[in-house]
């Protein structure tokens, strides 16, 4: 019998029907926009600065996934690869170095640009967009709001993230992100970003793909290489992507797909 997990799916469930009461319509737009997008022969990418890495990661080539979305990696801003943590924590705070990120990705006017940050108040993420604004991208934007409304800035332009999307998708953590309490503990446990945020990202990537179609553009996309009967994919999907070489930023290895 489970305690406080049951509490905890029971959290996530509440979350995930309040992504589909209020926050559809930010995705239906998102979601138009990134089709447009891709429509009009522009790239599509994605940034998360550590944990906020792993929903980005999520939907980045895996199974059902689709492949002209671009993860911007930096050091110590994937995942939580590096040790120790004050380093990866001090370098998301730390100015210049998104702008950086950014400056060296491969955003184009009329590209899109998916920022996965829960508080929305780190340099790094702030920089990002503003960057990418500068460049004519568009922006959009998956946060709390009200995390990110209840503390200040971090960037000296006092900007916090949701302030720069086109769309902004709330993702509706508390502040402090963590959830469940226990009297023998003096603080809360348990976060609920990056399930919900996950979530959101593949609802995102779904009306993205049903979007595309129905504007006549057919996106490729990844099956499960340990799935018997990929390989009779394999040659449409190659041709998928060389028709999209231009816009794909990453390397797929042939001897896989």
């Given at each position: 019998m489970l305690g406080k997990g049951k509490e905890y799916l029971e959290v996530i469930a509440a979350l995930l029907r309040r992504v589909e009461d209020e926050q559809a319509e930010a995705i239906a737009r998102a979601a138009d926009l990134i089709a447009e997008t891709l429509v009009q022969g522009r790239a599509l990418f994605a940034f998360g600065a550590v944990h906020s890495s792993l929903p980005?990661?999520?939907?980045?080539?895996?199974?059902?996934?689709?492949?002209?979305?671009?993860?911007?990696?930096?050091?110590?801003?994937?995942?939580?690869?590096?040790?120790?943590?004050?380093?990866?924590?001090?370098?998301?705070?730390?100015?210049?170095?998104?702008?950086?990120?950014?400056?060296?990705?491969?955003?184009?006017?009329?590209?899109?640009?998916?920022?996965?940050?829960?508080?929305?108040?780190?340099?790094?993420?702030?920089?990002?967009?503003?960057?990418?604004?500068?460049?004519?991208?568009?922006?959009?934007?998956?946060?709390?709001?009200?995390?990110?409304?209840?503390?200040?800035?971090?960037?000296?332009?006092?900007?916090?993230?949701?302030?720069?999307?086109?769309?902004?998708?709330?993702?509706?953590?508390?502040?402090?992100?963590?959830?469940?309490?226990?009297?023998?503990?003096?603080?809360?446990?348990?976060?609920?970003?990056?399930?919900?945020?996950?979530?959101?990202?593949?609802?995102?990537?779904a009306e993205t793909i049903e979007r595309s179609i129905a504007r006549g553009f057919i996106p490729p996309v990844f099956i499960a290489g340990n799935l018997d009967g990929y390989e009779s994919y394999k040659h449409e999907f190659h041709k998928q992507l060389e028709e999209n070489r231009d816009r794909i930023f990453y390397t797929i290895f042939e001897e896989m797909y």
């Amino acid at each position: 019998m489970l305690g406080k997990g049951k509490e905890y799916l029971e959290v996530i469930a509440a979350l995930l029907r309040r992504v589909e009461d209020e926050q559809a319509e930010a995705i239906a737009r998102a979601a138009d926009l990134i089709a447009e997008t891709l429509v009009q022969g522009r790239a599509l990418f994605a940034f998360g600065a550590v944990h906020s890495s792993l929903p980005v990661s999520d939907v980045f080539i895996r199974a059902g996934g689709l492949a002209l979305l671009n993860q911007i990696k930096a050091p110590a801003m994937n995942s939580v690869e590096y040790d120790p943590p004050m380093l990866w924590i001090g370098m998301e705070r730390l100015e210049g170095y998104g702008s950086l990120i950014a400056r060296n990705a491969h955003l184009k006017p009329g590209d899109a640009l998916i920022i996965v940050s829960v508080s929305g108040r780190n340099p790094v993420s702030v920089e990002i967009a503003m960057t990418a604004k500068q460049k004519k991208v568009k922006v959009i934007v998956v946060t709390s709001l009200a995390y990110s409304k209840s503390l200040p800035s971090r960037h000296s332009s006092g900007k916090k993230l949701f302030e720069l999307g086109d769309v902004v998708i709330d993702c509706m953590s508390v502040p402090g992100d963590a959830i469940l309490e226990h009297g023998a503990l003096p603080v809360k446990f348990c976060a609920t970003s990056g399930v919900i945020n996950t979530a959101i990202l593949q609802t995102l990537m779904a009306e993205t793909i049903e979007r595309s179609i129905a504007r006549g553009f057919i996106p490729p996309v990844f099956i499960a290489g340990n799935l018997d009967g990929y390989e009779s994919y394999k040659h449409e999907f190659h041709k998928q992507l060389e028709e999209n070489r231009d816009r794909i930023f990453y390397t797929i290895f042939e001897e896989m797909y």
